[in-house]
């Protein structure tokens, strides 16, 4: 379905009872509190010591120096604690921003690295299942988006909340004792609260139905500005066919502001006025007692105006704030379901030692997730140490699914993978992972050095050396030499104006340079030659084989003329293995590898002739 189709309203989100929201922003505080054990504390209590001076210089002593003026009392006591109270105030300030400004962020620097430490270890523990699994990879994408401003947004409303019922309590104290009766008047705007937390619920609601607009908003906005669209723009009727979606987008903005406007604003004004008219109430009141009745003085009258509309405004606040570590709650959901994962593939850490030996797949079957067939069914192979191994086929045959397999990044479905006859899951991951080698077909240059890129690792002495041989054994010498700072320079311009942009053939054979420069006992290429004419990967093939003397290679690819160099070669198809042996038995069987080796001949000679031609 086109991104650009209207969507219906979005489904309501999961609910979190009241206990699992608390203990979810429980969870969050204990983990700010475990990494800066003096963050918190201080945190809050600053907050609870600057309401109270608030409170004393706003409130209680403005209260005492008109009063005691009206009464006729001696003003240089209250005049020196005015003083006092400013200098406190003022320190209080200087303190509070030096805390704020210098100390705090570097423990918010400590509470982030821990957050995302976390989240990055748990994700590179999590089985490459979770990645194709969609919900499974929204959790973990809102975790990783939203958690450490989420956690950091906690404290601030728990700031928040003591700071309010700190005022409250205060400001409240004063005002039963002037009155009794403008305490219940100032709790009104308690029963207004719950407006504004319709009001908000409400928001929330139009701004999920409004972020999917927006995102095909975007979308199109990018497609006129991004290089990767910039040739069909010019060669297409494409700007025309954007611009139509550009301008449904805008219609479905006014369709939302017209079925939400009037209610958001109607719900803003009750919400926003009610305090106003509490203070209006209240005022007519303080004046009839200070004025008429006699029986409040003018000072107390001056608290009562600035106070109730404080205390009204804090006590409406409340019932929000409340409602912020619900929807806090939520997000830290997110973040709690995936550190609290338990990978079905697990580091066991007090495995079985792993060593070079056999690998052989037993019987196996596979079936990804949410499948209707399986990928692999009933495989059986052998890879004796030392031995060169092709697996070939077409396109979604099994091939970098069985690869997958014995790298243990998914459990089969059946049956078992061995290496010297111990089940893959009983050797220690980390172990296990040292044996092997491996260049992926959908390779990825990490905006770093070229030697970082095929290292993966801060280099050491003598790996210049090890770097610059590896790639000119994979073909990469050739382009990375002409480079202005060789082996150093960095792959893409992301971080560097410098940096080198490589074409896919170029990465590829940077690439390629890892299983070179690596001395573990198992090589496995993964269609890693895809982006090299046939020529260039035939040459490449020979070079692993020379490098990998003594050592295990298993590669993969759907061009079969690299099969040749093989020991053994497997034929996959649907998910099994068709046919096996040394090419030269294969093409004396004359069965199906014969067949569709003959046919890629066939394709190579007429490039050629059209090439010569």
Sequence with gaps: MSIFKRKEKPKKENVLSGRRAFSNNLYVLKIIHKVAPSYLPTYFLWSVLGAILDFFIYTWMMRKVVNDFQLGEPLEKPVAIIIALLVAQVVFDVFITVLRKVIYPRYQQKIVAAIERSLFEKASQVELECYENPKFYDKYVRAMDNSYSRCMDVVTTVDLLIWRVTSISTNAAILLAIDPVLALVALIPLLLGFVRKYRNRLQKTRD??????????AYVQRSFYLGEYAKEMRLTAMPKLMIGYYAQALKDHIALQKKYGFKMAFLKTVGDTGPDLVVFLAGIYAAYCTLISHTMLAGDFLVVFNTVGQVAWVLASLVTTLEDFRSHALYIE???????YEPKIKKNESGVKASAGT??????????????????????????QGEKIALVGHNGSGKSTLVKLLLHLYEPTEGAVKLNGIPLADYGQDSLREQFAVVFQDFKLLSLSVAENILLRPLREGDEDRVTEALKQSGGWEKVSTLKNGIHTTLTREFDDEGAVLSGGEGQKVLLARAFACDSPIVILDEPSSALDPIAEYQMFQNMLEACEGRTLIFVSHRLASAVLADHVYLLEDGRIV?????RDLMEQDGRYAELFRKQAENYVKEVSRDEA
């Design 208 to 217: 999920d139905e409004r972020r999917p607009i927006d995102r095909r908003q």
């Design 579 to 583: 046919e096996d042996g040394s090419h």
């Design 334 to 340: 997110d973040y709690r379901f995936f550190l609290d």
């Design 359 to 384: 690998l052989s797949v037993e019987n196996v079957s596979f079936r990804y997730t949410g499948a209707e067939r399986d990928a692999l069914q009933n495989v059986n192979l052998t890879v004796r």
